[in-house]
């Protein structure tokens, strides 16, 4: 569950700022900026780039939609295949999916609304599907725990070369980086332990390479060495500004990331890394996509605010009343 308090104010300091990532023409092929139209998926959660079809992208609604997720193809932002999982239990609150070095897909069923009062999440794995089409696959069940308690989480990642599954915990406060047993087992529990100190994060990704590791908020994100388990040298990189920014994924070849959100019509945006193509690095400070929810692209390429003024006012009196109510109740 996102503090509106902190969401309101950190849309307050970007107006503020008047910061945005540069953008690029969108140009049509695949792996470009995208809308998601499928009117089923209105809060996408998690985005992963498939490994077998170019251009189509995995992803899954929130909570209370069911042991569902859809392929959408960036090409034309329409799904092309709705996979249902069978034998897990009913979903609680999906958030996040990666795509493991073993060719399976990993949903994480690790959010906690209710700020680490669930004993246990789940992890469920199955094939990526070779045929795009829609089916029912059995999928298994991972319990999994925290060696130092229960906790909220957006955000799994599943590491490319070694296949070990991370997750960035979600805190106010700052969360911390989980890191799971070598390999996942059924029937047990799945204790998942601190490696790092993290940000407010709403999802992550490993670059291809398994050498960045980008961890995305709602208004910023950070890019990370990363090497032998562990957090590196970080440092801030560029994002759009999304509504309710969920989630990221790097293109398959790490030539740019996919920042999604959730909402109707939801835009997935494509942000290019530097270097270009291949291992996949650290998006470029620059940013570099084809689109944002921020305004329309001014003349120079860059992405213009637009006139949210009476927006902006609107915010700046939320914010100022939720301070004062909870100044009130302490």
Same mark, same amino acid.
């Given at each position: 569950?996102?503090?509106?308090? /902190?969401?309101?104010? $950190?849309?307050?300091?970007?107006?503020?700022?008047? /910061? *945005? !990532?540069?953008? $690029?023409?969108?140009?049509?092929? @695949?792996?470009?900026?995208?809308?998601?139209?499928?009117?089923?998926?209105?809060?996408?959660?998690?985005? *992963?780039?498939?490994?077998?079809?170019?251009?189509?992208?995995?992803?899954?609604?929130?909570?209370?939609?069911?042991?569902?997720?859809?392929?959408?193809?960036?090409?034309?932002?329409?799904?092309? %295949? #709705?996979?249902?999982?069978?034998?897990?239990?009913?979903?609680?609150?999906?958030?996040?999916?990666?795509?493991?070095?073993?060719?399976? +897909?990993?949903?994480?069923?690790?959010?906690?609304?209710?700020?680490?009062?669930?004993?246990?999440? &789940?992890?469920?794995?199955?094939?990526? !599907?070779?045929?795009?089409?829609?089916? #029912?696959?059995? *999928?298994?069940?991972?319990?999994?725990?925290?060696?130092?308690?229960?906790?909220?989480?957006?955000?799994?990642?599943?590491?490319?070369?070694?296949?070990?599954?991370?997750?960035?915990?979600?805190?106010?406060?700052?969360?911390?980086?989980?890191?799971?047993?070598?390999?996942?087992?059924?029937?047990?529990?799945?204790?998942?332990?601190?490696?790092?100190?993290?940000? &407010?994060? /709403?999802?992550?990704?490993?670059?291809?390479?398994?050498?960045?590791?980008?961890?995305?908020?709602?208004?910023? %994100?950070?890019?990370? @060495? =990363?090497?032998?388990?562990?957090?590196?040298?970080?440092?801030?990189?560029?994002?759009?500004?999304?509504?309710?920014?969920?989630?990221?994924?790097?293109? @398959?070849?790490?030539?740019?990331?996919? =920042?999604?959100?959730?909402?109707?019509?939801?835009?997935?945006?494509?942000?290019?890394?530097?270097?270009?193509?291949?291992?996949?690095?650290? !998006?470029?400070?620059?940013?570099?996509?084809?689109? #944002?929810?921020?305004?329309?692209?001014?003349?120079?390429?860059? @992405?213009?605010?637009?006139?949210?003024?009476?927006?902006?006012?609107?915010?700046?009196?939320?914010?100022?009343? +939720?301070?004062?109510?909870?100044?009130?109740?302490?």
């Amino acid at each position: 569950m996102r503090s509106l308090l /902190t969401v309101s104010t $950190a849309a307050v300091l970007l107006f503020l700022t008047g /910061t *945005a !990532p540069a953008v $690029a023409d969108d140009g049509g092929e @695949a792996d470009r900026t995208f809308t998601i139209e499928d009117s089923r998926i209105t809060e996408s959660s998690g985005l *992963a780039a498939s490994r077998i079809h170019p251009g189509v992208y995995w992803t899954h609604n929130d909570s209370e939609d069911g042991p569902y997720v859809y392929a959408v193809d960036s090409r034309t932002g329409k799904t092309v %295949a #709705t996979i249902t999982m069978k034998g897990v239990g009913e979903p609680r609150d999906v958030e996040a999916i990666s795509i493991g070095p073993d060719g399976n +897909l990993y949903v994480g069923d690790i959010g906690d609304n209710l700020d680490g009062s669930w004993d246990h999440v &789940w992890i469920y794995r199955f094939p990526e !599907p070779e045929k795009l089409a829609d089916a #029912t696959v059995r *999928a298994t069940q991972f319990d999994v725990t925290y060696a130092d308690g229960a906790r909220n989480a957006e955000a799994m990642m599943v590491h490319p070369r070694t296949g070990r599954v991370y997750i960035a915990s979600k805190n106010e406060d700052g969360g911390g980086l989980y890191e799971g047993p070598e390999k996942l087992t059924a029937g047990r529990d799945n204790v998942f332990r601190r490696v790092g100190e993290v940000p &407010w994060v /709403t999802d992550g990704a490993f670059s291809p390479d398994g050498k960045n590791l980008v961890l995305r908020s709602y208004f910023s %994100a950070r890019g990370y @060495a =990363f090497g032998n388990g562990r957090l590196g040298a970080d440092q801030a990189v560029s994002v759009p500004f999304q509504g309710q920014s969920e989630s990221v994924t790097y293109t @398959a070849d790490g030539s740019a990331m996919m =920042f999604g959100s959730e909402g109707e019509r939801s835009e997935v945006v494509r942000v290019e890394v530097q270097g270009g193509g291949g291992s996949g690095g650290t !998006p470029s400070p620059n940013g570099g996509g084809g689109g #944002t929810s921020s305004g329309d692209g001014g003349e120079d390429g860059v @992405a213009s605010k637009g006139t949210a003024t009476g927006g902006a006012v609107a915010v700046v009196v939320i914010v100022l009343a +939720l301070i004062a109510a909870r100044r009130r109740r302490g």
